[in-house]
């Protein structure tokens, strides 16, 4: 079985990624946890060396110290204290009645009517100032539950902060300190960031005030499956529990990132570290500054990656873009004319390569922005405006990827009214049994078929027009539950 855990402040797990890796957020609660290689060099092809072959570019290595004496003062501790509820007493309700008169049991009993009680946690991060007069950044997952945040600076002296506000979605948080005349980060450019680049990080991991280490840039905009609306900057940097919020240093010293998250199996670093892009950041801490919360976007639709077999369905050459799956009544997407088969292939002019990519682009804007959205429709490139709305957790940019696979073969009938009214659709046919290739490609029967190529089917001989004039792939529109999702469908 797949499963993934969320390491918040208070040493709290939360099932978030799959794979047998756990993405782990970089705060930290507790005490830590407690080849040779020979070979020779032997050519496996006989290419000639290239005649126009050029020496390697030489890369010099920043000065990390001189970032580090002017810039690590600017990086603080932070000590966060809660509390939990602790459990009510032992559950005796699976007991068997045979064993109720025991003598065990009547002593477990006594506690079953316990009163839950709160139990003092305590949490470690990191965080940076913003602004001489005791602005601090970090993540919002530091500070979750906390009772007290202290901020302590690296001549020691110690200050109560107060949590001006944090954004769950973005995992951003400002507090702010009762001093002046701090000294304060520079902010750079995270566009500017290629993968190969030196990148230096500074924290408090497991504890260790002021930790220094560095490595390069891994990757950009990374998507992770937590549904962050977050294109992460990817790096090999060692962050381990006590780095969140912690800054992420260019080679110029200048911030580009915030320390958020580790992708492991084990809950210390493995070479795999995230941080938040500082512009990002800014952007969330200024409305937080401002108005003490902070809005999202929304699009209102649901939607799902392209994979070759789907963009063959759809005519679209090179399998990119976001496909709709689905389009909430009443949203910015319904107004704007969006519909399901539709693909999204760019907002405001920037590409839209994956599906991962539009929650980030669209719920990073403001609620009332007006989008331009590039979208492949019919077979063809059309453009539509959208009015953004305001993001809530029913609404948000959704990924509604699900079993897809190859293959049809399906016994389908017409769904009566009362299954219309259950399923909330105008039409549709109801799968009734499912073999061969459309098992494979993972329809299930009660599965509800709502259209073939973006095409609706509310009869058997609907569908049999459509795939008679159909090429080699088809995409079903399926409804299961409440969801949505393309199947795509190769008919070979």
């Known amino acids: 079985m797949k499963t993934t855990r969320i390491v918040a402040a208070f040493a709290a797990c939360l099932t978030v990624a799959t794979g047998g890796f756990a993405i782990y957020q970089t705060s930290y609660a507790g005490s830590p946890p407690p080849v040779r290689l020979d070979h020779k060099a032997l050519p496996l092809f006989n290419n000639p060396p290239a005649a126009s072959a050029q020496a390697p570019a030489t890369v010099s290595v920043p000065n990390f110290a001189a970032i580090v004496r002017r810039f690590g003062p600017t990086v603080v501790h932070i000590n966060v204290r809660g509390e939990t509820v602790s459990a009510s007493g032992p559950d005796l309700s699976q007991v068997p009645p045979q064993l109720r008169n025991s003598p065990f049991f009547q002593f477990f009993q006594q506690f079953q009517n316990q009163s839950p009680r709160e139990v003092p946690t305590e949490g470690l991060g990191s965080g940076f100032i913003i602004s001489s007069d005791g602005l601090v950044l970090t993540n919002a997952h530091v500070v979750k539950g906390a009772k007290s945040v202290t901020v302590t600076l690296t001549d020691h002296r110690s200050y109560k902060a107060k949590v001006l506000g944090t954004d769950t979605k973005t995992d951003i948080a400002v507090l702010k300190i009762p001093a002046t005349g701090l000294p304060t980060v520079r902010v750079g450019d995270p566009s500017k960031l290629q993968p190969g680049d030196w990148v230096l990080a500074i924290g408090s991991p497991y504890g260790f005030y002021n930790t220094v280490t560095a490595g390069i840039v891994s990757a950009k905009s990374r998507a992770l499956p937590d549904d962050s609306m977050v294109p992460f900057i990817q790096t090999d940097v060692a962050v381990n529990p006590g780095n969140s919020g912690g800054p992420l240093f260019d080679s110029e010293g200048d911030v580009v990132g915030i320390n958020s998250q580790i992708f492991t199996q084990t809950g210390a670093f493995e070479g795999l570290s995230f941080a938040i892009p500082i512009n990002i950041a800014e952007s969330v801490a200024r409305q937080i500054i401002e108005h003490g919360h902070v809005q999202h976007a929304k699009l209102g639709i649901a939607v799902q990656t392209v994979s070759q077999q789907l963009a063959n369905s759809f005519g679209l050459q090179t399998p990119r873009g976001a496909l709709v799956a ?154 299961r539950g409440n969801n949505r999702i393309f199947v795509p469908v190769d008919l070979g």
Request: glycine share 12%; aromatic share 2%.
């Open 326 to 479: 689905q389009v909430t009544d009443g949203s910015p997407a319904a107004r704007a004319g969006l519909k399901a088969g539709d693909i999204i292939l760019s907002v405001n002019g920037q590409p839209v390569n994956d599906s991962s990519d539009l929650p980030m682009m669209i719920g990073l804007m403001r609620p009332g922005q007006k989008v331009e959205l590039g979208v492949w429709s019919n077979h063809r490139k059309t453009t539509l405006t959208a009015t953004l709305g305001s993001w809530n957790d029913a609404t948000l940019v959704a990924d509604a990827e699900g079993s897809t696979g190859h293959g049809l073969g399906l016994q389908v009938r017409p769904l009566n009214a009362t299954e219309r009214q259950q399923a909330d659709v105008h039409s549709g046919l109801l799968v009734k049994a499912v073999d061969g290739p459309a098992a494979q490609a993972g329809v299930q029967p009660g599965d509800i078929l709502l259209a073939i190529d973006g095409k609706p089917v509310s009869s058997v001989a609907q569908v049999r027009a459509i795939l008679k004039g159909a090429g080699n792939t088809v995409a079903l529109l399926i409804q």
